[in-house]
C-alpha cells in the first residue's frame, strides 16, 4: 500500500469517527468500527470485560443512559457484528500481533471518547466546510481522540504490511472514557500491560507547533474526580425552617472550604468545585445538594493529600447540618515520568522523519491530566519502560473549544513515527540478547 | 336555583379547573372560562392589562414561556372567545356588578394559579378516583385556587340571582400569580381597588378545621423573593486557574452569609436560600452561579431590613471575586392587619351559618405570605376596610402536597357567607348614611 | 428606726460596696461584709458550698485568680471574720429568719456581682461627685446590683424590727454571678429554695421609669453563654503549609455557621460570637482559636435548639480541619413566666405605696436573660410560686455603660414594699388556713 | 591581627549582641555598639534618616513603643555616643571605606535585629551555660543576626587591617528589621546602593550543614505583610442585633476567602491569615476586627496577584457586613535570582577555603522570604551584581526555636570569604580595566 492510499483511509476513518462522536463508555459504534478493521488485518482481539475490570470503571453512565445509547448505536452502526460486544458500555480493545519471532512486547495506547459539546456551525469551520461536522447534538470529537484512533488503525495496516520486518509482539490498546480520566484503570487492572516491555501512549496537538513533537510529555498533573452528594431534609422555610437539615449550606461552606485547601510545599496543587447544584425551590429549606470536584497535584501523593483533605472537609460540612453524604470518585490519573531510553528512541525516529522540523526528548506541559499515566506506571513497575509523546499540530481552535481542529497533516507521520519505534525497539533487543 | 344546582355547579367548575391546572401568568384556559362565564351572568367586566400594570408584575415568565402556553391554550381551550385576551399573559379579571343604587363598593379577591407539583397518581387520592386528576404533567392545584374560582363563580351566580336585594357595587377580583406573590401588586397598580370600600379574600383550608371559620388571619409576613445572578469568567482549573472569576465561590460566600443575616429585636424573620445553581463543568472555574432567595419579616419594615443585608452581601460577594451580579425581584407581598369591624361582620356571617360549627374573629398563622396583602393596605390607606377569611375544610394532605385535597362540602357554605356578608354591609351602610 | 435612719443606712450600704466592686464569684469583701450585717441583725446563716453546689458552678475563674482576689480582699475588707468562708470563691448567703410561728417561707434574692467595666471620671458622674467611685481599676457596679444589696439588707433590717407581725419563715439569698448567668444554677442545686413557698426576685431600673414597678416581669429569654476552642497544628506557613491544621480556619468557619443557624418557628431566637481570637503569628498556621458564644431562646426548649446547632457545628468545623476542640459551659439560663397571684399580691403592695405612680401587673421585656428563672422554675415545679419584679428608676446612662447610676430614692420604696408583700401573704395565707 | 584574636573578637561580639536583643526599628543599643565600633576602624559613617528613607519604613512600632525602649536602651547602652542618632528608630547604618584607588564598589549587608521569642533557660541550651543567654524577658537572637552583625564587625576589621591590598571602595550595610521584611526597602529607597557595583548579603544557617556554603540562594519567595482591620457597629446582641454592624463576621468571611484564592499556575504561592482578633465582649455585636495575614509568590508578579486578590476579598468582606477597613502593609519583600559570575567568585573563594568542605553555586531554598532581594534588584537594575549567600553551621535547633542556637565555628570562615571575595573582584576589575 502507497504511502497516499495510507493517508487516504487515515483521513476517511477519522472524518467518518468525526461525523459520529461518542462519548465515555458509549464508545459502541466506534469500538465497533475498530474491532471490524483489526479483525479484517489479522489481529487477534479481546474485547470488553475481558480487557476492562468493571469494578475500576469510573465515573461510567447509569445502566439505562447506556442501554438507551445502544439502541442509537444499532441504529448509526455500520459494521453491526461486534456491536453486541459493547452493550453494556465495556468498549475497550486490545488488538494483539504476534510475529512469532522472539522479541519485545510493544504496546500503544489509542483513546476514543469524545466531549458533550456542540460542534461549532461556522461555514469556514473545516469539518462544516467539509461534511464531517459532528452529526450529534451536543457531541463532538474536540480533542483529536477521532485521530488518535485514525492513527492507531493506520499503525495496525503498517505493522500487517510490513509484518516480516518485525519481531516480538505488538499490542494496541484502545481506550474508552479518557475524557475525565475514567477508563485506563479498569484496562490496567484487567491486566493488558502485564506482560508488556515498551508502551507508548500519544497526542495529537495540546500545543506543541506543527511538524515539532516531543518524546516525553512530564508534565501530567495526579487528579481525582469526585461527585459529592449532601442529603439533609426539606421543611418549608416560612412555617418550619427549624425541622429542615440544610443541604444547600453543607454544601457552601464544604466548597469554600475546599477551595481553601493549604497549598503543599512538596509541589503544585489545583482544586476545583466545578459545579454546585442545590435545593429544590426557594421556599424550601434545601435537602439535597452536589458537587463536582476535582483535585490536582503534581505527585499522586500530593494529589493524595489534597483529595483526603477534601474528605475530611465534607465529612465536617455534613455533620454541621446533620446530613447524610457520599463521595464518589469518577475519575482519577496519577503522575508519571517518562523512561529515558524509550524517549530517545522515539526522539530519534523523530528527528528522522522529514516531517518533523523540531523534537524534543521532554517537556513538562502543566497542569493537564491524563490517565494513560496508569498504564505507564504499571509498565515501569514490572520492569519495562514507558512515554508519553505529542505529535504536534496547527489547531483551528484549542482543544475542548467548538472549533477545535487539527492538520490532518500531522496523521501519517505519526503513524510512521510509531512505526519506526517498533523496528528500532527490535533492533536494540536483537543486540542486547 | 336551588342550593342543590348552585353545589352541583360548584363541584363541576372546581373539577374542570382542576384537570387543567395553570401556574403564574398562564391561566390563560382559566381566565377564559372565568370571563365567558361571568360575562353571560351580566357583569361588565375588565381584562389584561386593563387590571394589570406591566410594570409591576414581578417574575413572568419569558414571552417564549408565554407563547408556548398559548399554543397549548388554544388546544385545550373550551370557550375561545376570550382567550385571545390573555395571549401575553395578562391573565387578571375584574367583573364588576353595579347595582344602580347607591351603597358601598365590595370587592372579593379570588386567585387563579396553580403550582409545578405533579399530582399524586394513587387509586384512593380523590381527584384520581373521581376521574379529575390534573391532566396536565407536572402541574397541580395543590393550593386549592381551583375551589376559589369556583367559589367567585358561585358567589357571582347567587349576586344574579339576588340583585334585588343589594345595594352599591360588587366586585369580583380573579387574580393570577398568587403563588410566589407575584400577581396581586401590578393589579393594585392599575387601581382596581381605588374605589373600594370592603375588600375580603378568602382562602380555604390553611390547616383550618372543617366546619371553622376564620374571619381575619393577621399572620401574614411581608416577604421578597429574588433571583440573584453572579456573573464571573471561565477559566480552565488546571491550566489558568488564576484566569478566572469564580462566580460559586461569590454565590457560596453570598448563601452563607445570607443565612447569617441578623435576627431583628422587632419581630420574627425568615431568610432561605432555596435553590443553587452554579457552574459548567468540572475542570473550568465557574462563571456563572444563580441563587433564588427569599427574605419574610413579621413586618414590611423588618423584611425591608433582611432584604437589604440581602443586598449588601451580594454586593460584597461579587466584590470579591470581581463578579458582575443581578438581583431580580422576582416576587413581593407585605404584611397587613385585618380591620376589625368588616372582620366582625365576616364573624357573625360565619356564626349564624349552620354549616360553621366554630368561628374564630382573628387568628395569627405564622409565617406565611400573601400577596392579597397589597390589595388590603391599599384599601385601608383610602380609608376602607379590609379583612382575609379562611373556610376551613378537610385536607387530605397539606397544601403544596401532591396529594392535597378538600372537601368540597366546603364550597357552598363559603360562597353564602360571603354573600351574606354583602347583604350585612349593606344593611350596615343603609343605617349609617 | 426611722425611715430616715433607714434611708441613711441604704445609701451608706450602698456607696460602699459601690466603692469596692467585685466581679462574679469574687464577691468576698461583699459577702462578708453582707454575712456580718445579717449575724448582727440574728438570721441564721449559710455559707459558701452549703448554699452552692460546686458543681455547677458556671464560668468560675480560675483557683489562681481567685486566690490573688482573696490576697485582695483581705487588705481591702472591713469585717475579717467571714472573709476566710468566701476564699475559695464560693459567696453565696442564705440567711434565715424563722418567725417560730406557722406561716409560710417566702424567699427574697438579691445578686451581688459588679462588672468589668472602668467607671467613668467624669466630675459630674454623681459617685464622683460625691466620692464613691469605683476604687477599682477596670471594675464597676454598673447594673445597680449594689443597690440590690442595700435593699436586701434593708429588708433584713425591717423584719428583725417588725417581727411580731409576721409568721412563718423568711429567706434573703444573696446570689454571686449573676452577670454571664452563672451562680444562681448552684444555689438551686444546692436546695436553697426547696422549702421555699414564694421566691421573689428583685431588680432595679432596666428601662422601667421612677416611681414606676413591674410586678412581674416575663421577657427573659434562655440563654447559654459557651467558651468554644479549637486545638490544631502549627506549621511555618511559608515552609510547610501541608502540615499545619488550621485552627483559625475552622473556628470562622464555625462562627459564620453560627450565625446561619435557622431561626425557630416557635419564637425568637439570638446567637452572637461575641470574641474570636486565633492564631499566634502572621507567618504559622494557627494551632489555637477561642469563640466566645451566646445563644438565647424565647423559651428553654429554643435554645436548647440552637445550643445543639452550635454544637453540631462546631463538631464539624473541627474534623474539617482535624482540630480537637473543646465547648465549656460558662454561664446559662432558662426562660420562666412569674406565678399571676404572687404578682397581683406586688401589684397591690406597689399601688398602695404613695411613692409608685404606676404599677403594670405583667410586663415583657425582651431579649435579655437572668438567672433567677432557675430559683422561679424550681419553686414552681415543687407547687410554690414565684416573680421577678422590677423597681424603676431614674437612671444617669444605661445598664453596663460607664456612666451608668440610679436614683437613691427608690432604694426605701423597694424595701418597703417588699417587705409589705411578707405582710399580705402572711394574711393571705391565715385567711386559707 | 592574628586569626585567633579576630574570633575572640567575633565571639565576643556576637554574644554581648546575644546578651541584649533588639528587635526591628529597635536595635539602638545595637546599632550604636556598631558605629562606634566602625567609627574606631576608620570607616565614615552615615546613620540614621541619612540612609532610611522614612516613607517606606514598614511596620515601624509606635512613637511610644519607641521611645520607651530609648529609656531602656539609655540604661543598657555601653557606648553612648551614638545613641542619640538611633532615638526615633531609625537605625540603620552604612559604613564606608574608600581606598582612594580606582576600583569597584562593593556592598554587603548585615541585619540586626532580633525576636520575640523568649529564650529557653534549660542549663543544656549553651548561651544558658556560657552565661550569655538572652537578658531581656520574650526577646531573643533566634535567627543569628547577632553572628550577622559580629561578622560584619570582622569584616571590617580585615578591611582595616589589610587596607594596602584592596581598591575601590566598600560599603558595609547594618540594616534594621529584616524579620517581619520591614527595613531594606527604605534603605533601597535613600540610594545607599546606587553607586555599588557587587552586592552581597550573608545568612547563617538556614539548614545548610556545618562547612557547607551556598554561594547564591535563589529560592526567595516575594511576600506581603498586611495587617488589616473592619470596624462595624457594636450593639447589645440580644436587645438590639440588627443595630449592630458585624466585624467579626466580616473578618471570618474575608479570612475564609483568602485562603481560597486560586491557585496561579505560574508558580507557587502562599496565604496565611496568621492572626484574627475580634469583638469586645460576648454579648456584643462585635464592632472590631483584626487580621495578620501574609502573602507569597514564587514570583514579586505572582505575589502581587495573590495580595490583589486579598485586597477584593477584604473589600467586599467589609461591604458585605458595611464595615469600614484599613489595609495597612506592615512588610514586603520580592524575589530575585543572584548574579551567575558574582556567585562564581564566592563559590571559588568558599571551595578555596579550608575549613569548607562542600560548596553550592546555587540553590534554591523554598518558600522563605528576605527583604535583601530589594538591595539585589536594586544593583541588578543599576547594571550591578547581586547574590545572597549561606554559611552553613551546626544548629541546635531550627530558625525562631527557643533553642536556637549556631556553632561559632563558622564565624571566622564566614568573614574570610567575603574578605577574599572582595579580592578577587578587585583582581578581576583590574583585569578588566
Request: charged share 25%; aromatic share 8%; proline share 2%.
Given at each position: 500500500m502507497s504511502r497516499e492510499n495510507l493517508v487516504s483511509n487515515l483521513i476517511q476513518w477519522r472524518r467518518d469517527l468525526h461525523k459520529f462522536p461518542e462519548t465515555g463508555f458509549h464508545e459502541m459504534r466506534t469500538a465497533s468500527i475498530v474491532a471490524a478493521t483489526l479483525e479484517k488485518l489479522g489481529f487477534s482481539l479481546q474485547l470488553g470485560k475481558k480487557v476492562m475490570d468493571e469494578n475500576y470503571c469510573m465515573g461510567k453512565p447509569s445502566d439505562a443512559e447506556t442501554m438507551e445509547h445502544f439502541e442509537w448505536a444499532k441504529e448509526n452502526?455500520?459494521?453491526?457484528?461486534?456491536?453486541e460486544c459493547f452493550k453494556e458500555g465495556y468498549t475497550g480493545i486490545v488488538a494483539t500481533w504476534d510475529t512469532g519471532r522472539k522479541g519485545p512486547t510493544i504496546a500503544f495506547r489509542f483513546d476514543m471518547d469524545a466531549l458533550d459539546i456542540h460542534e461549532n456551525?461556522?461555514?469556514?469551520h473545516f469539518p462544516q466546510k467539509e461534511g464531517?461536522?459532528?452529526?450529534?447534538?451536543?457531541?463532538?470529537?474536540?480533542?483529536g481522540h477521532d485521530a488518535h484512533i485514525a492513527i492507531g488503525l493506520g499503525l495496525a495496516m503498517m505493522i500487517t504490511q510490513n509484518q516480516q520486518k518485525m519481531n516480538g509482539t505488538i499490542k494496541l490498546i484502545f481506550q474508552p472514557a479518557e475524557e475525565g480520566v475514567r477508563g485506563a484503570k479498569s484496562m490496567v487492572k484487567a491486566n493488558v500491560?502485564?506482560?508488556?516491555?515498551y508502551f507508548i501512549a500519544i497526542h495529537i496537538?495540546?500545543?506543541?507547533?506543527?511538524?515539532h513533537f516531543v518524546a516525553?510529555?512530564?508534565?501530567f498533573f495526579a487528579t481525582s474526580k469526585l461527585d459529592i452528594t449532601f442529603h439533609g431534609e426539606a421543611s418549608?422555610?416560612?412555617?418550619?425552617?427549624?425541622k429542615g437539615r440544610n443541604a444547600l449550606l453543607a454544601a457552601a461552606t464544604a466548597a469554600l472550604n475546599i477551595y481553601a485547601i493549604s497549598r503543599h510545599s512538596g509541589g503544585m496543587t489545583r482544586v476545583n468545585v466545578g459545579e454546585m447544584l442545590a435545593g429544590s425551590g426557594r421556599n424550601i429549606i434545601p435537602d439535597r445538594a452536589l458537587l463536582k470536584v476535582e483535585t490536582r497535584g503534581e505527585t499522586s501523593k500530593i494529589n493524595e493529600y489534597v483529595k483526603q483533605q477534601v474528605e475530611a472537609i465534607v465529612e465536617g460540612a455534613a455533620k454541621m447540618y446533620q446530613n447524610e453524604y457520599e463521595i464518589k470518585l469518577v475519575g482519577e490519573a496519577i503522575s508519571c515520568t517518562g523512561s529515558t531510553e524509550l524517549a530517545e528512541i522515539l526522539h530519534t525516529c523523530a528527528k528522522e522523519h522529514?516531517?518533523?522540523?523540531m523534537s524534543y526528548l521532554q517537556s513538562k506541559d502543566s497542569a493537564g491530566s491524563e490517565d494513560a499515566t496508569y498504564f505507564m506506571k504499571e509498565v515501569q513497575r514490572n520492569g519495562g519502560q514507558a512515554t508519553y509523546c505529542i505529535i504536534g499540530t496547527e489547531l483551528?481552535?484549542?482543544?475542548?473549544?467548538?472549533?477545535f481542529d487539527i492538520n490532518e497533516e500531522s496523521l501519517l507521520p505519526a503513524v510512521e513515527i510509531l512505526y519506526n519505534s517498533i523496528l528500532k525497539l527490535n533492533e536494540l533487543n536483537s543486540n542486547v540478547n
Amino acid at each position: 500500500m502507497s504511502r497516499e492510499n495510507l493517508v487516504s483511509n487515515l483521513i476517511q476513518w477519522r472524518r467518518d469517527l468525526h461525523k459520529f462522536p461518542e462519548t465515555g463508555f458509549h464508545e459502541m459504534r466506534t469500538a465497533s468500527i475498530v474491532a471490524a478493521t483489526l479483525e479484517k488485518l489479522g489481529f487477534s482481539l479481546q474485547l470488553g470485560k475481558k480487557v476492562m475490570d468493571e469494578n475500576y470503571c469510573m465515573g461510567k453512565p447509569s445502566d439505562a443512559e447506556t442501554m438507551e445509547h445502544f439502541e442509537w448505536a444499532k441504529e448509526n452502526d455500520i459494521s453491526s457484528k461486534y456491536l453486541e460486544c459493547f452493550k453494556e458500555g465495556y468498549t475497550g480493545i486490545v488488538a494483539t500481533w504476534d510475529t512469532g519471532r522472539k522479541g519485545p512486547t510493544i504496546a500503544f495506547r489509542f483513546d476514543m471518547d469524545a466531549l458533550d459539546i456542540h460542534e461549532n456551525e461556522d461555514e469556514n469551520h473545516f469539518p462544516q466546510k467539509e461534511g464531517f461536522r459532528s452529526r450529534i447534538l451536543n457531541k463532538m470529537h474536540a480533542c483529536g481522540h477521532d485521530a488518535h484512533i485514525a492513527i492507531g488503525l493506520g499503525l495496525a495496516m503498517m505493522i500487517t504490511q510490513n509484518q516480516q520486518k518485525m519481531n516480538g509482539t505488538i499490542k494496541l490498546i484502545f481506550q474508552p472514557a479518557e475524557e475525565g480520566v475514567r477508563g485506563a484503570k479498569s484496562m490496567v487492572k484487567a491486566n493488558v500491560v502485564k506482560d508488556v516491555d515498551y508502551f507508548i501512549a500519544i497526542h495529537i496537538g495540546t500545543g506543541v507547533p506543527h511538524r515539532h513533537f516531543v518524546a516525553s510529555n512530564n508534565g501530567f498533573f495526579a487528579t481525582s474526580k469526585l461527585d459529592i452528594t449532601f442529603h439533609g431534609e426539606a421543611s418549608h422555610a416560612g412555617a418550619k425552617p427549624e425541622k429542615g437539615r440544610n443541604a444547600l449550606l453543607a454544601a457552601a461552606t464544604a466548597a469554600l472550604n475546599i477551595y481553601a485547601i493549604s497549598r503543599h510545599s512538596g509541589g503544585m496543587t489545583r482544586v476545583n468545585v466545578g459545579e454546585m447544584l442545590a435545593g429544590s425551590g426557594r421556599n424550601i429549606i434545601p435537602d439535597r445538594a452536589l458537587l463536582k470536584v476535582e483535585t490536582r497535584g503534581e505527585t499522586s501523593k500530593i494529589n493524595e493529600y489534597v483529595k483526603q483533605q477534601v474528605e475530611a472537609i465534607v465529612e465536617g460540612a455534613a455533620k454541621m447540618y446533620q446530613n447524610e453524604y457520599e463521595i464518589k470518585l469518577v475519575g482519577e490519573a496519577i503522575s508519571c515520568t517518562g523512561s529515558t531510553e524509550l524517549a530517545e528512541i522515539l526522539h530519534t525516529c523523530a528527528k528522522e522523519h522529514h516531517f518533523i522540523e523540531m523534537s524534543y526528548l521532554q517537556s513538562k506541559d502543566s497542569a493537564g491530566s491524563e490517565d494513560a499515566t496508569y498504564f505507564m506506571k504499571e509498565v515501569q513497575r514490572n520492569g519495562g519502560q514507558a512515554t508519553y509523546c505529542i505529535i504536534g499540530t496547527e489547531l483551528a481552535a484549542g482543544h475542548h473549544n467548538d472549533k477545535f481542529d487539527i492538520n490532518e497533516e500531522s496523521l501519517l507521520p505519526a503513524v510512521e513515527i510509531l512505526y519506526n519505534s517498533i523496528l528500532k525497539l527490535n533492533e536494540l533487543n536483537s543486540n542486547v540478547n
